[in-house]
Nanobody
Framework: QVRLAESGGGSAQGGGSLSLSCAASGAVFSPYVMGWYRRSPGKERTLVATISTEGATDYADFVKGRFTISNENDTTFLQMNSLEPEDTGVYYC??????????WGRGIPVTVSS
């Protein structure tokens, strides 16, 4: 079983920055993909960014050029710059081993004020 410990997030004004981190522990095997999804108010959970153990990244169009994902020692980081009120939501850490089921964090709130 993989355990995901999320940290960071919080509140920021528009144009500001926040960061998220998610540490995976337990039965962590490579290769895997880790990343972040978010659920904004009134919307379904959607992909924000992911990164594989090989370093391949995938970003949602609405965060390209503003967010950067990285991974080191089974911990994934999301640096969020130029935040917009539309970035408000609950961010969920995601982990999936290639031959396993996905794992989800509990979610961490991010609030961006205009």
């Amino acid at each position: 079983q993989v355990r995901l410990a999320e940290s960071g997030g919080g509140s920021a004004q528009g144009g500001g920055s926040l960061s998220l981190s998610c540490a995976a522990s337990g039965a962590v095997f490579s290769p895997y993909v880790m990343g972040w999804y978010r659920r904004s108010p009134g919307k379904e959970r959607t992909l924000v960014a992911t990164i594989s153990t090989e370093g391949a990244t995938d970003y949602a169009d609405f965060v390209k050029g503003r967010f950067t994902i990285s991974n080191e020692n089974d911990t994934t980081f999301l640096q969020m710059n130029s935040l917009e009120p539309e970035d408000t939501g609950v961010y969920y850490c995601y982990h999936k081993w290639t031959w396993g089921l996905p794992n989800w964090g509990r979610g961490i709130p991010v609030t961006v004020s205009s």
